[in-house]
């Protein structure tokens, strides 16, 4: 019969006595309020409105109409703040794929607990490894991801460096010696990556620095290369933050600048604007620092 939001207009005028102040009042022009009065009583078929010297006053029937339209402008301010309010309350599951070593790094930190009492209809989901999961399949909703990736059709922001250096266990380098340089890994016994992660900027890197290098273990994630290092079969190339963390294990290089790369928080366009993994992601952002030393070491 008539646009609802005509009878605001209507409101305005009858609180104000003017198509000027109601104007001013809704930050529109004085035309546009005296246009959607003029298309209310058309669509209605009645006066709603007389002009006096004075300004605008409603008619017996514009009069008759005013509690109505105020139950109507009631209504519409409960249902905006009812949809706010849902916007705002961020609940159910986000699934966030990241390395293992990440994970088991942040579930021992305190960022789950602040983000529970931030947001405790929340709860997190991992999604567990060192291959990137594709967001755009479903496979998750939100990566902390690091390395050489194409982020395509992904939103993301930058949350911290992932450092690299090169680890030996106490046993094997009281055995075999420590490396001088980069370039006496040849000399050495390593730990690398299997071929199902041939573009691992480990695999790479190795390949690079100690092509005739003899790789004792070959692993499928680097938690692998962990165990394998540790075990004294050989020299790994491991993340600081993971490698650091290690009582068995010693630093013998790095940082390894050719290692160095960037971790940030990746989700898609379209979920980045859904409640839970805007919710999730905003206070990422905001906990850069907590998060740090799980990134960085």
Not at 51 to 67: A, D, I, V
Not at 89 to 116: N, W
Request: charged residues 25%; glycine residues 8%; hydrophobic residues 40%.
């Amino acid at each position: 019969m008539f646009d609802w939001d005509d009878l605001k207009y209507l409101l305005a005028v009858a609180q104000h006595g003017s198509t000027l102040a109601a104007a001013r009042a809704l930050t529109v022009n004085q035309s546009t309020v005296q246009r959607r009065l003029a298309e209310l009583e058309r669509r209605i078929g009645r006066r709603i409105v007389q002009r006096h010297q004075s300004g605008y006053r409603l008619t017996e029937f514009g009069q008759s109409l005013l509690p109505a339209a105020e139950r109507v402008h009631d209504a519409v301010k409960a249902f905006e703040q009812h949809v706010n309010d849902a916007l705002r309350d961020a609940a159910g599951v986000v699934r966030v794929a990241c390395p293992e070593p990440l994970m088991y790094r942040i579930t021992r930190s305190p960022l789950l607990q602040r983000l529970a009492q931030r947001h405790p209809k929340l709860k997190v989901e991992f999604v567990m490894s060192d291959k990137y999961v594709d967001l755009t399949k479903g496979e998750a909703d939100v990566a902390l991801r690091s390395g050489d990736t194409d982020e395509g059709e992904l939103v993301g922001r930058k949350i911290g460096d992932s450092l690299w250096g090169v680890y030996g266990s106490k046993v094997y380098l009281a055995q075999r010696g420590r490396p001088a340089s980069v370039h006496e890994l040849g000399r050495h016994a390593l730990v690398g990556l299997d071929d199902t992660m041939p573009n691992h900027r480990a695999a790479v890197w190795l390949r690079e620095v100690a092509p005739q290098g003899k790789v004792v273990a070959r692993n499928n994630s680097v938690l692998g290369m962990v165990y394998a290092a540790k075990s004294g079969l050989g020299l790994a190339p491991l993340p600081i933050a993971v490698g650091d963390a290690e009582p068995e294990l010693e630093r013998v290089l790095g940082p390894i600048p050719e290692l160095t790369r960037s971790w940030r928080i990746l989700t898609l366009p379209e979920l980045r604007r859904t409640p839970r993994v805007a919710a999730f992601f905003d206070f990422i952002v905001d906990e850069i620092e907590t998060l740090r030393p799980s990134l960085s070491g």
